[in-house]
């Protein structure tokens, strides 16, 4: 059966279901790790980092409750985002201080690898962990605690801390490494990513909103590695599809007052494919546009798309080039929702968002929010032409907010 | 039926690498065994684009068949996206976690297949382990992503400039991600050498591995980094 033929009504998140779901973390199929984490502290095998305070407690997938910090975060960055879809992280950092929030971006951090070790397996189980507890370390010696921008390096880690947890050998070796690094071995009480932290500031942000977007629909692409790795540590909340699927990215674009529509192909990946993005992208444009975008446009034709990670951003948005030349039915705007909780709070589409760096254009959206984009280019031209002419080295914070 | 795809290659070997997989400490939690239900392959990206199936890839190695295990290991594993939408899977399996184990063990005894399957990528392996950085800014170049269109033109005639345009200081860089500190870098390459990734890269590619070998020994040994 094709795609278009399966009758998907275009609806919200409510589920057409009159069975629901109550999670019980009394039968959750896994373990939680947290406990093993501190029992594990306290026989003083790793020190363990808490989470700081005041935290959020969310709901994952089971039930259980996750603690996610709103301050004293130290910004595990990701290489796409920093590198390709600058906007991304700029969002994130921009959120923080719009809020007041004291947080850190460090030097003192390298890419969780996954990436490359998705792509090529040129790396192994122990290098991977090392990796991990190395940056880990760096975030507790500054005093602040991990957040995980990207969603394939908060997948990769969660499961580098379960293989860590069940493994002694493993466990034995990685500490040698970075005790031979003069650094302490440190676990952090919780994993979180940056979009569990968006969730546990959607009221915050509904409060400031500048824009009215109650005539705007999104549709959302979960991002595989949040929630299919390590399932059970991925926030799920009742109000969003009854609970069955995450609720992370879904539930700040409801709250920011936007609608969120389904659609059929929703747990299908965003064709990243790791290797195939950079060096088999045929696979990518095809699976992005055909699985992705295009059902999408039928089913709920979106004003924009949004999610919570580097890679699904990336992939969505440029494989609709090629696809446009085609003629295929696409053009829809990609983005994170960190971008687009920003812009809805009042950030600068080009000095925050820095959408500039998008290939589908995203200027009928940025209308329809209510932004005059040709004042907000022509600003940020200026911007330009002052770093050129050097009466400003770089683009400040100050000028931002 | 009994693969004969690879007639040259004597049984044996296919038994060593099927073995190096099993015994890789993941193994044990990746597979129990398989129902043949194809659920993971609905849920499967690359099923819907290549003959390929991770149900086939499960059934394989749970049956012990070394000869489709090699076939597997030479034809299929790099077709996979890594994107475990199969561990949905109601055994609890979890093929794309089996294809890294292979793929490693692919990667680990040179097979021509693998070399193959990364011949285009080894650039971004120089890049993410001398810099700590998986991509950089000025890789956005109009020749290397044709079909993402003319903004990527835009981006690498601008990329000074734009990223002179970015607030956060960490990100005023071209050649990498973000600002990585020397000490940082130093870590990491001390991370690579210790736990026989660099020596990994010597059966993929030895011209690479020299390469960096010779980067990250020269660092380490300008900032007295010693590693015994
Ligand atoms: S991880 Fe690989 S085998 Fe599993 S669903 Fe994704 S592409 Fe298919
Ligand atoms: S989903 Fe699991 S049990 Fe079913 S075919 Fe795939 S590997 Fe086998």
Redesign the interface.
């Known amino acids: 059966m094709n795609v278009e033929e399966i009758p998907v009504m275009p609806r919200g998140t409510k589920p057409e279901t009159a069975r629901s779901f109550v999670p019980d973390p009394e039968h959750a199929p896994d373990e939680d790790l947290r406990e093993a984490i501190w029992e594990l502290g306290r026989e003083g095998e790793w020190i363990v980092q808490p989470v700081p305070e005041p935290y959020y407690e969310a709901r994952t997938n089971y039930g259980r409750i996750k603690k996610i910090p709103f301050q004293k975060t130290w910004h595990h ?8 879809i ?1 906007g991304y ?2 969002s994130i ?2 959120l923080n201080r719009f809020l007041g929030f004291d947080y850190f ?7 969780c ?1 996954a ?13 991977q962990a ?2 991990a507890m ?1 940056n880990f370390s ?1 975030a507790y010696e500054t005093g602040y605690y991990p957040l995980i921008h990207c969603g394939t390096s908060f ?1 990769h880690y969660k499961e580098v801390r379960h ?1 860590l947890v ?2 002694h ?2 466990r034995r070796q990685v500490r040698d ?1 970075i005790t ?2 003069g ?1 302490p071995f440190v676990m952090p009480e919780e994993l979180v990513h940056y979009s569990e932290w968006m969730y546990a500031i959607r009221d915050e942000l509904k409060s400031r909103l500048v824009y009215d977007l109650s005539h705007l629909t999104a549709t959302v692409h979960p991002a ?2 949040y929630y ?2 390590q ?1 059970g540590d991925a926030i799920y909340d009742p109000e969003i599809y009854g609970g069955q699927r995450t609720a992370a990215v879904t539930a700040v674009v409801q709250s920011l007052g936007a609608k969120v529509a389904d659609y059929s192909t929703w ?3 965003c ?6 993005i ?2 088999q ?1 045929d ?1 990518t ?3 992005a546009t055909l ?1 992705k975008i295009e059902v999408m446009r039928e089913e709920a034709n979106p004003d924009v798309v949004l999610t919570h990670d580097t890679g699904c951003v990336t992939s969505l948005d ?2 609709q ?2 696809a446009q030349a085609h003629g295929r039915n696409v053009g829809v705007p990609v983005m994170s929702e960190s971008q687009f909780a920003a812009l809805a709070v009042g950030a600068h589409p080009f ?2 968002a ?1 959408l ?4 589908t254009d995203y200027r009928p959206l940025l209308t329809k929010m209510g932004i005059d984009v040709d004042k907000a280019w022509a600003e ?1 031209q200026e ?2 032409a002052k ?2 002419r050097g009466s400003m ?5 100050e ?2 907010l | 039926m009994l693969s004969s795809l690879y007639p040259e290659v004597p049984l044996e070997e296919k038994q060593r690498l099927f073995d190096l997989v099993k015994a ?3 193994f044990e ?1 990746y597979l129990y065994g398989c129902y043949e239900c194809g659920i993971c392959v609905a ?1 499967c ?2 099923a ?3 003959d390929f199936s991770p149900r086939k890839i499960a059934q394989a190695l749970a049956r012990e068949d070394i000869e489709l295990v090699y076939e597997q290991m030479n034809d299929d594993i ?1 077709n996979c ?5 199969c ?2 899977c109601p055994r609890k399996n979890n093929p794309g976690g089996l294809i ?1 184990i292979m ?2 063990v ?2 680990n005894n040179g097979l021509k297949t693998t070399k193959e ?2 011949a ?2 080894t650039r ?2 120089y890049k ?2 001398t810099t ?6 000025d ?2 170049q109009e020749d290397a ?1 044709p ?3 003319p ?2 033109k ?2 690498a005639t ?1 990329l000074d ?12 860089t071209t050649g ?6 020397e ?3 130093l ?2 390459y ?3 050498k ?4 660099l020596d ?2 010597r059966e ?1 590619d030895e011209g690479l591995h020299d390469i960096m070998e010779e980067v990250m020994d020269d660092a380490l040994e300008d900032q007295g980094f010693a590693i015994d």
Not at chain 1, 77 to 84: A, D, F, I, N, V
Not at chain 1, 271 to 276: A, L, M, P, T, Y
Not at chain 2, 132 to 137: D, I, K, L, Y
Request: hydrophobic share 40%; aromatic share 14%.
């Open positions: 960055k990701s290489c796409g985002q920093c590198g390709h600058p992280s700029t950092f921009w971006d460090p030097r003192d951090q390298t890419s690898t990436w490359n070790y998705y792509a090529s397996a040129t790396s192994n189980q122990v290098a090392a990796v190395r760096a997948g293989e069940h493994n050998d493993l490494i031979k690094l650094r595989c590695h299919k790795l399932s747990y299908d990946c064709g990243f494919g790791f290797r195939h950079l060096v992208r696979f444009r095809s699976f699985r440029k494989s080039f090629a000095r925050v820095q500039h760096w998008h290939s940020f911007d330009l770093i050129e080295p770089y683009l400040t914070w000028a931002v | 890789d400490p993941r939690d849920a990206p690359s819907r684009f290549y790099w996206s890594q994107c475990f939408s561990v949905r890294t793929r490693e692919a990667v399957a990364l285009g990528y971004i392996i993410i382990m700590g950085t998986q991509v950089s800014p890789m956005l992503f079909d993402w269109g903004q990527v835009e981006v601008h400039l734009w990223r002179r345009a970015l607030p956060p200081e960490t990100l005023h990498l991600s973000w600002q990585v500190e000490r940082t870098m870590e990491l001390t991370i690579w210790l736990t026989g990734v990994m890269i993929l």
